[in-house]
């Protein structure tokens, strides 16, 4: 069987890396691969720090009960050794392991120049000498913010101006890998999304926190004035467009994702309130995030125009459903981790 990636051709079923596969983006990847592509072998790289959760992948793993069909390996991007042996086995890597969290690289910025910056070199260089496929994860949040009356929106062409320390690394990162596809022509491709929500996304997200804060019977907590906008999609549309882009993609380029989803914060919380049957004033107004970006929002027309991908959420609303569900349905994949992050928002003050 021969498998075309992009230009690139496969002999026998393609064999995919998967960086961060344990967290939020990366385990859904891996879940929704598995059901749309049942002809990948999918290995999953993850340190499993805080942020990923091995229950994630429970239908996937035989030590889970799962059908055993994914491997998981535990360790960090940063060990050279062991990304040189696992790149080396595969064809493609799909690399989403990064440190997310804007508060916690305000709180300690260390752990993202690791992982985002020393993690993605030392996977390049793996890359470069072992002459496989690359598409590397990254977020619309390198581009900085835009005004909330601003017509323009981030398209390929947006120059970085990243604001926290968490999207420093991140465009530290793309600019790694776009150094490596000019310099060393490795077959590469970017994307940048922006807002993701859905299930399995750790409870320290915006989303999450508002919808287990309220099965907790506790208020939603929204920074500032809450007329931040974020445009929002939803994972599995997410995903579709990385396998879009991975076989239809042109190599060396960059693609926005996005599904024309802008909220401010205030509407979100709002609309959750409304699906979970409380007033529309139950939330609090908690002190504002240091250096908060105002608005996101994305101009995805180069990869509707270059691939079939469109997303399938198209409505926000009923996503937010779903998702709701899904986190009224699974405690006891979230309990444990929203003890540990309230206590960090209770320190932080907000
Ligand atoms: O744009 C893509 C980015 O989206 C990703 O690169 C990041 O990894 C991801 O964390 C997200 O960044 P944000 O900072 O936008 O996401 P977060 O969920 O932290 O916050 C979303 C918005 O909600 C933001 O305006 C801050 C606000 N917020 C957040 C929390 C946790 C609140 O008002 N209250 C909260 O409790």
Known sequence: MAATVAGFVILGPMRVLVTGGAGFIGSNFVLRARETRPDWTLTVIDSMTYAANRHSLAPVLSELGGDGSVRLVEGSVA??????????DHDVVVHFAAESHNDNSLDSPWPFVESNVVGTFTLLEAIRKHGKRLHHISTDEVY??????????FTERTPVNPSSPYSATKAGADLLVRAWIRSFGIDATVSNCSNNYGPRQHVEK?????????????????????????????????????????EQGRLGETYLIGA?????????????????????????????????????AIDSSKLRAETDWRPRYGDVRAGLEATVEWYAANRDWWEAAKVESERTYARLGR
């Open 206 to 246: 915006f989303i999450p926190r508002q919808i287990t804060n309220i099965l907790d019977g506790v208020k939603p907590k929204v920074y500032g004035s809450g007329l931040n906008v974020r445009d929002w999609i939803h994972v599995d549309d997410h995903n579709d467009a990385v396998i879009a882009i991975l």
């Open 144 to 153: 900085g913010d835009l005004e909330l009356d601003d017509p323009e929106r």
């Open 79 to 88: 060990d050279a050794a062991l990304v040189d042996g696992l790149v080396a």
């Open 260 to 296: 024309d989803g802008e909220r401010n914060n205030l509407d979100i919380v709002r609309m959750l309130l409304e699906i979970m049957g409380k007033p529309a004033d139950w939330f609090d107004h908690v002190d504002d995030r240091p250096g908060h970006d105002l608005r996101y």
